[in-house]
């Protein structure tokens, strides 16, 4: 089981909400499934338009970071990844500060999901 708490300016309240253990969704189904307005576009990893924050709760929990090229990149265009951040995810598994939601899968840990939103939406 893990928790998974949505934190944003565009939410009156942070929400968590509990996915289940094996569930191999990603943080951006997780989210469509409980009405989290976590903005995307491509849901391919390719745009941009899902970057959130993520912290874990017990930063010692090794993660399997598994970032693929295609979210290293995006990360390393919109200026949200370092080198150093690049290596310690692949070499000692640290995860990054910032994910793609539509590529980030949800593991057995809790975590805090930041986004801004879209200021434009109710
Ligand atoms: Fe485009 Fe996630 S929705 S990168």
Redesign the pocket.
Known sequence: MANITFSSPVMAKDVTVYAVAGDRGTI?AVAKAHKIPIP???????????LVQVEHFNPKAKSAVALTEKEKE?LRQLGKITKDEIANAEVNDIPPRYR????TFVRNEDILVRFEGDKTQP
């Open positions: 951006l995307f576009d491509c849901q391919d990893g390719e745009c941009g338009s899902c995006v793609l939601a539509c590529q």
